[in-house]
């Protein structure tokens, strides 16, 4: 199947698109910090990579916190209602 | 054209026909039913149509406006895909369960009055629970019965508001409601709509029953119930404040807990919760932008839900399981399925170019322009935390990851299934490239371009840095052999501690009654019989007896009288008459 194939050889290539994949994060930075900002009214279209900043915590505090809470209470045994 | 023929007609007539068709005809007037409906709904004129006249209430079958024909495109579009993924089903039931859910949907969507909307209210809450019920497994039994109860509730609140409302107004015509003027009715009714739509805390049934629904049914279910109850919040309730601030709660809750649940089918569902709430959100925001992005959204994430869903819905049907822990390297195997699935997963992302991108931004640019930068703020959260769960986490533990501890022999689901996500993929694709198809349908004017490079910048930013924290820390993600507790809880334990009471406490209060009764009471009773025996023997019968002999002696006196012969009898009578005659003179 020429699906499987594609797949087959990117994941071959997985250094490769590793770093593809970081020259590409550079690239959106630095394409926010050159957007022209004329009609900015709030802090969040004011400050520079703003929505990087903001996934990177985010996405950190989300994993954390709803790991955090799965673990302290949430989680259960599969057969915990019988 | 003054005449319409209302599309839920075909589908309950459908569901009533279906049985008499065998083979190949059957699996044909499957798939007619929806394409009629689509004809019907692409032929119909904005006007007000069927109203009624019942018990003295004006009632409404068919107001055909932009937002009620918004919602009614893509239930029968969405119609017509279910059916199609659902095709290799054999039992007639499932079938008409599925119509007469799709039914009863675009009846409350173009119902004019509560009153007709309840009706179909309850129809939709009675058709959907049999697609859990056929999954046909004790989990699913179960978890139907608590929908169905949950959703009665539901249906208790929205008929209590509607009396109370009717009582306050005279009226049962369903409009607009401003906030100022809600008071105790409106809120009922409120809450009614809120659960249908899994508003916290009303929530807990979605991911209880869907995750426990039959493959094809899952798919039904996910796109007509909370997007029914998304209509009607729009419909009555836009600009609530509340609905505002729960939209945007439930946004991030969902998301939260598809980070940490098990199950892809469980994911999805919180997922739900967390899509649903943009569009809560977007009502509650009220503006001609935010609500028009509650019916793109709404557009929208019935088709990519449906796909994710029919993913879903392939693994666990070809695998038997659809829990990550035991899911893994099915790339292998089911490619097509995967690539469905990824398409699904980045347009409920909203990457470019694909639907979620020019439907979910309406409701944050919505946000944005009325300057509520938190509500905004936390919007963009959940699509980090919808990336993060649907896309990232199930795609790479399912496909990819570690290969399954057993070897899964998974193939490629049935063709009807690969067509359904295939047209369902290509609709996603072409509402991210061609938003205007979408655009046109929507209740106000849109000026709303989503393609400008700051909105690319932004989504861009936040999707790619959410696959870098991934990456960084995909091992803390790896899925565990658990289940999540949610505000079920307090009713499944609430039931089980009541059914200890009951064993505990009112079951053996019960039986030392019955000793009680047994042992004091009925000897008693006894007692008294003997007496009563006593006394009717010896009083009653007695006086009885007594009347018996003085009736037996008298007779003897009368047959000693009644010789025969008449001449005695003539003598008597004459004797009898002239002693009273004697006695009244």
Request: charged residues 15%.
């Amino acid at each position: 199947m020429n699906v499987l194939k594609i797949i087959e050889y990117l994941r071959g290539k997985a250094a490769l698109l590793k770093m593809a994949f970081f020259l590409f994060l550079g690239a959106l930075v630095l394409l926010d910090i050159l957007l022209p900002r004329e009609d900015a009214h709030y802090f969040v279209d004011k400050i520079y990579a703003f929505w990087t900043f903001f996934a990177l915590a985010g996405c950190f505090l989300l994993i954390k916190i709803s790991k955090g809470i799965a673990h302290f209470f949430l989680s259960k045994d599969e057969d915990y209602y019988g | 054209m003054d005449s319409w023929i209302h599309p839920a007609l075909f589908f309950f007539l459908g569901a009533l026909l279906l049985p008499l068709f065998k083979g190949k005809a059957k699996k044909g007037f499957i798939l007619l039913i929806p394409a009629v409906s689509i004809l019907s709904v692409a032929l119909a004129r904005y006007g007000m149509y069927g109203a009624y006249h019942f018990l003295g209430v004006e009632g409404l079958f068919g107001r055909v406006d932009k937002l009620s024909m918004v919602f009614a495109w893509v239930f029968v579009i969405m119609a017509f895909l279910g059916a199609l993924y659902a095709l290799h089903r054999e039992e007639d039931g499932h079938h008409m369960a599925g119509f007469f859910y799709v039914g009863s949907a675009l009846g409350a969507v173009f119902a004019g009055d509560y009153l007709t909307l309840f009706i179909f209210w309850e129809i939709m809450a009675f058709s959907s629970v049999f697609l859990i019920w056929y999954r046909k497994e004790k989990k699913s039994i179960e978890a139907g019965f608590r929908y169905l109860l949950f959703h009665v509730f539901g249906g208790l609140l929205f008929f209590a508001g509607m009396m109370l409302y009717y009582y306050k107004t005279g009226s049962f015509v369903f409009d607009s409601i401003l906030p100022a003027n809600a008071s105790w009715p409106e809120y009922l009714i409120l809450a009614g709509f809120a659960l249908n739509a899994a508003v916290l805390p009303l929530h807990a049934w979605l991911p209880d029953a869907y995750p426990e629904a039959s493959v094809e049914g899952a798919v039904f279910l996910c796109a007509f119930t909370t997007k029914t109850a998304v209509y009607v919040l729009a419909r009555g309730f836009s600009g609530f404040e509340i609905l505002a601030i729960m939209g945007t709660a439930m946004t991030v809750f969902g998301v939260c807990y598809a980070v940490i649940e098990n199950d892809i089918r469980r994911v999805l569902a919180y997922h739900i919760i967390s899509q649903v709430g943009y569009m809560v959100a977007g009502v509650g925001i009220g503006t001609a932008m935010a609500v028009n992005g509650a019916a793109a959204h709404a557009f929208a994430h019935i088709l990519y839900k449906a796909l994710l869903f029919m993913g879903a819905g392939s693994v666990l049907y070809m695998t038997g399981t659809a829990k990550l822990s035991r899911l893994g390297g099915l790339y292998k195997y089911m490619p097509l399925t995967m690539i469905f699935y990824v398409v699904g997963a980045v347009s409920i992302s909203g990457f470019p170019l694909f639907s979620g991108f020019v439907s979910k931004s309406m409701i944050v640019s919505a946000a944005h322009h009325e300057g509520r930068i938190w509500l905004m703020q936390l919007l963009n959260l959940a699509g980090i935390g919808t990336f993060l769960s649907v896309g990232l986490k199930v795609t790479y533990f399912a496909f990819f990851g570690k290969e399954a501890a057993e070897p899964l022999q998974a193939k490629e689901p049935p063709l009807n299934m690969l067509w359904a996500m295939g047209l369902t993929a290509l609709l996603c694709f072409i509402i991210g490239v061609f938003p205007q198809t979408l655009y046109i349908l929507l209740p106000f004017p849109v000026e709303y371009h989503p393609y400008n490079l700051a909105h690319l910048s932004e989504t861009m930013q936040i999707l790619s840095f959410t696959g870098l924290v991934f990456y960084l820390l995909v091992k803390k993600l790896s899925p565990e052999v658990k289940i999540n507790l949610d505000v079920d809880f307090f009713y499944r334990k609430g039931a089980l501690l009541f059914m200890k009471f009951d064993e505990k406490v009112i079951a053996p209060f019960d039986t030392l009654w019955g000793e009680l009764y047994r042992t004091l009471g009925l000897s008693a009773l006894f007692k008294n019989a003997a007496l009563s025996y006593a006394f009717d023997r010896k009083v009653i019968d007695g006086v009885v007896d007594g009347t018996a002999y003085s009736v037996m002696d008298s007779g003897s006196v009368v047959k000693k009288l009644q010789t025969g012969r008449i001449q005695t009898y003539i003598g008597l009578s004459l004797f009898l008459f002239f002693t009273l005659l004697w006695l009244i003179l």
